[in-house]
């Protein structure tokens, strides 16, 4: 198993652009999740999915999009970059509703947005 | 106040040495509460779970008070490779959506 992948692994940006990270995970995890990591704060839930078809606000959801078409795919899409985007943005996955079970965490994508 | 608090350290220690690392939080209907490690630009991944009984794996310990709503972690005999920053994560009641700390940084040295 490849478990939790993401692409790409660095972005740079210009205000405005728009782009789309990628996430992919093989588990079978019906539980998917966009976090981002700045200095000095702990990692910041985006947007969360609890299988295909459904998704979910999080704590900063202001400039995403998600989607969750198949169960394997999380992609997250920001519409108009902004230097405040500017981070490093992990996805993870995990099984529903089991609330010790681990959050598999893919390797993160740092953007940088000029 | 934040959610979930953490002393951002760095704690620097010699290797051999026990390190203990406490972690608050203000939700008390939070139900799971783990501990991560994040390597320097890495994910953070699962250290361990952490039970209302207490848990122990290896040299590490963590324990949980509900009352006070505070989360330890205890390293013994520390060794270079724990050097990392380590994260207290709680989870709420309903699913999955984790809340975690800014991390505390430990750096072990010969």
């Known amino acids: 198993n490849a478990g939790v992948t993401q692409t790409p692994k660095f972005q740079v940006l210009k205000t405005g652009q728009s782009m789309t990270l990628q996430c992919a995970q093989d588990?079978?995890?019906?539980?998917m999740s966009w976090y981002r990591q700045d200095p000095g704060m702990g990692l910041r839930l985006i947007h969360y999915s609890v299988g295909a078809g459904i998704t979910d606000q999080g704590e900063v959801p202001n400039g995403y999009n998600v989607s969750r078409s198949t169960t394997e795919d999380f992609p997250l899409r920001l519409l108009s970059a902004a230097p405040s985007q500017t981070s490093v943005y992990f996805c993870?996955?995990?099984?529903?509703?089991?609330?010790?079970?681990?959050?598999?965490f893919g390797p993160g994508t740092r953007l940088l947005v000029l | 106040r934040k959610e979930v608090e953490q002393d951002p350290g760095p704690f620097n220690v010699p290797e051999g040495a026990t390190v203990a690392f406490n972690c608050t939080y203000s939700n008390s209907a939070s139900q799971s509460f783990f501990w991560y490690r994040q390597d320097c630009r890495k994910e953070p991944k699962l250290l361990m779970s952490?039970?209302?009984s207490g848990n122990e794996d290896g040299r590490f310990t963590a324990q949980l008070n509900r009352a006070s709503q505070y989360i330890s972690l205890l390293i013994r005999d520390s060794k270079l490779s724990d050097s990392a920053t380590y994260l207290c994560?709680?989870?709420?009641?309903?699913?999955?959506?984790?809340?975690f700390g800014t991390g505390t940084q430990l750096k072990v040295e010969l």
């Open positions: 994560v709680v989870g709420g009641g309903g699913g999955n959506k984790l809340t």
């Open positions: 993870a996955s995990s099984y529903w509703g089991q609330e010790q079970e681990t959050q598999y």
């Open positions: 588990m079978n995890h019906e539980y």
């Open positions: 952490v039970y209302s």
